[in-house]
Every structure is written in C-alpha cells, then in structure tokens.
C-alpha cells in the first residue's frame, strides 16, 4: 500500500542515492521503508574523525508532517546524546518541519558531532568536560571513535 509518507520516503530515498551528503549514507531496512539503517562518518579535522556510527530512523505515516525517532546504535559520549542512543536536536524535536528529508536529518546530526549544544545536554558529563576539560574530553571521543572501529 503506497501511502503519502511512503511515497515521500521513497523519495528521500532516491535523493539520498543520487546525490548523497559527504559521509553519510542510509537505506531502509529489509524492504521495510519505514524503518532505516544510517551511517555517518566523522567528520575530517574533528575529534570525530575515522570514526562510522551507526544509527536506527523509524518513521510512522505521519511523515513528513512528524519527524522520524532517530537513535545511535553506536555507542556515543556527546553532550546532546542520551545513553541509549537518543538525539537531542531540535529538528527531531521543536523545530521539525515538513521541509526536512532524510539528508537534512543526518546532515544535522553529523553537524552536531562537531558543534554540540552543551546548554541542552542529554549526557552532562559529556557536556562538563566539552566546557571544562576540552582536552579530556576530546580523549573520550577519540576512544569512541576507535571503538567504532570494532562494533
């Protein structure tokens, strides 16, 4: 059954193929357009660097009036990131819009990686360090990154 969100998911999905943002890639899952896969690539020049998170988006039929729950499955220390892997960003939030495809979605996020909102943490710790002890906290991200490696 072709309903308007999936309609719109294909269509983000053909977007995504065809031009796909520097570092980052996603697919719906098991021929199921609801429920996708991503990748996003740390960043170049970042703490982040060389590291490939993954992440889960599920949508629901209100797409794109409502935005998808997006989550980390990888393992995360970042101020705007809950420990189990939720996103606090306003786009996924407050500031939805219907505008916003899946490419702007994980364009968000990875720009997040490297500019958190420590004002707004989800993990306080993560977000002490990143004002406190940039150093010790650019230690933690580089362990994370080198785990990535593995998971």
Not at 65 to 87: A, C, E, M
Request: charged share 20%; aromatic share 10%; glycine share 4%.
């Amino acid at each position: 059954m072709s309903t308007p969100a999936r309609k719109r998911l294909i269509r983000d999905f053909k977007k995504l193929q065809n031009d796909p943002p520097s570092g980052i890639s996603g697919a719906p899952c098991d021929n199921n357009i609801m429920q996708w896969n991503a990748v996003i690539f740390g960043p170049d020049d970042t703490p982040w660097e060389g590291g490939t998170f993954k992440l889960t988006l599920q949508f629901t039929e209100d797409y794109p009036n409502k935005p998808p729950v997006v989550k980390f499955v990888s393992r995360l220390f970042h101020p705007n990131v809950y420990n189990d892997g939720g996103i606090c960003l306003d786009i996924l939030q407050s500031n939805w819009s219907p505008i916003y495809d899946i490419s702007a979605v994980l364009t968000s996020i990875q720009s997040l990686l490297c500019d958190p909102n420590p004002n707004s943490p989800a993990n306080s710790e993560a977000a002490r360090l990143f004002q406190e002890n940039r150093r010790e906290y650019n230690k933690r991200v580089q362990q994370i990154v080198e785990d990535s490696w593995t998971a």
